[in-house]
């Protein structure tokens, strides 16, 4: 049985900086294999995404709103993905989901698309206020 479970979620003032991981169970293949992104879905808004990464040295994606602040990495050994988020904004208060790609690559055109991915985890809650 497949699982991403999302952890590292909170409440944070506005500045304040959180990391969450997504830690991947049961995959049908190792976690290297897949592109993994984490999206978000404030409420009343829709799931939007946030961040995609490829495979091995391929790109990593982010959306205009969290460049230079959101930062997506991984460790393959430990079947863990990270996004690093500093200088939180009120804006970004939202659940966070992870989920995954077997394309194994990120591609502007649509690493956005809810429908690329095929395994999502059930989210993590992040609040930014002061």
């Known amino acids: 049985q497949v699982q991403l479970v999302e952890s590292g979620g909170g409440l944070v003032q506005p500045g304040k900086s959180l990391r969450l991981s997504c830690v991947a169970s049961?995959?049908?293949?190792?976690?290297?294999?897949?592109?993994v992104a984490w999206f978000r879905r404030a409420p009343g808004k829709e799931r939007e995404a946030v961040s995609c990464d490829s495979t091995g040295e391929g790109t990593s994606l982010y959306a205009d709103s969290v460049k230079g602040r959101f930062t997506i990495s991984r460790d393959n050994a430990k079947n863990t993905v990270y996004l690093q988020m500093n200088n939180l904004e009120p804006d970004d208060t939202a659940t966070y989901y992870c989920?995954?790609?077997?394309?194994?690559?990120?591609?502007?055109?649509?690493?956005?698309?809810?429908?690329?991915?095929?395994?999502w985890g059930r989210g993590t809650q992040v609040t930014v206020s002061s």
């Open positions: 989920a995954t790609d077997d394309r194994g690559f990120c591609r502007d055109s649509d690493y956005y698309r809810i429908s690329q991915y095929d395994f």
């Open positions: 049961g995959l049908p293949f190792s976690l290297d294999y897949y592109a």
